[in-house]
């Protein structure tokens, strides 16, 4: 019998290069190292204590001034509703006086026929020239326009008419008077202005 053929060497599977060896893993003494505590002389810690109190007053101080601008916006605004809500009322207390006025010359038209007509028209001026004085103090200005010329800005047109007595453009009549506050038109006079006549036609 013949012998198997020996393996052929030439084929054989090459050995596995030898294994290198791993390194060993760290560990957590190897990468901690050491530290000395920190230490504080006596020096530096009454300073962080001196500071951390500094904060603490400059806190508070913080808060106290915002709570007293918070009060103090709360109150202006109070004022201010307050300022418009009774505007008027140094105005309002000279009109009431203006009102009695009102009541004891209607008091004085009721006490006879004779004596109450001349009472009454008394009082009327009276009260009258109260009213005006009472208006020009709150800076009231009348309007007064007869005669003047026609000024758009302070009077109101409402018609015009034919004259030769009084310049084209000029207010012949005045028919409500206006007012003005300061520098403010209140309300514009009506007026009736002046018109050249028209020439008149040959027949």
């Known amino acids: 019998m013949k ?4 393996p052929n060497t030439d084929t054989a599977k090459a050995p596995a290069p030898p294994k290198t060896a791993e390194a060993a893993p760290a560990t957590a003494t190897d990468a901690v190292l050491p530290v000395s505590p920190a230490t504080l002389t006596t020096e530096q810690l009454e300073e962080l204590k001196a500071r951390a109190a500094q904060a603490d007053d400059f806190w508070d101080r913080l808060l106290r001034a915002t709570a007293d601008f918070e009060n103090f916006k709360k109150r202006a605004a109070r ?6 809500k009774y505007a008027s009322e140094a105005l309002i207390q000279k009109l009431i006086s203006v ?42 200005e009348e309007v007064d326009a007869t005669g003047k010329p026609f000024n758009p800005n302070l009077h109101e047109a409402v018609s015009q008419q034919e004259t030769a007595d009084i310049p084209e453009g000029h207010v012949i009549q005045q028919l409500r008077k206006g007012y003005k506050l300061r520098e403010r038109l ?5 007026v009736i202005v002046a018109k050249t006549p028209a020439p008149a036609s040959a027949v």
């Open 3 to 6: 012998k198997a053929n020996a």
């Open 186 to 190: 209140l309300r514009p006079a009506t």
């Open 79 to 84: 004022e201010r509703q307050d300022a418009v």
């Open 99 to 140: 009102l009695d006025n009102f009541d004891m010359a209607q008091a004085a038209a009721q006490s006879g026929p004779a004596q109450g007509t001349q009472s009454l028209q008394a009082g009327i001026a009276m009260i009258q020239q109260q009213f005006k004085s009472v208006l020009a103090e709150a800076g009231v």
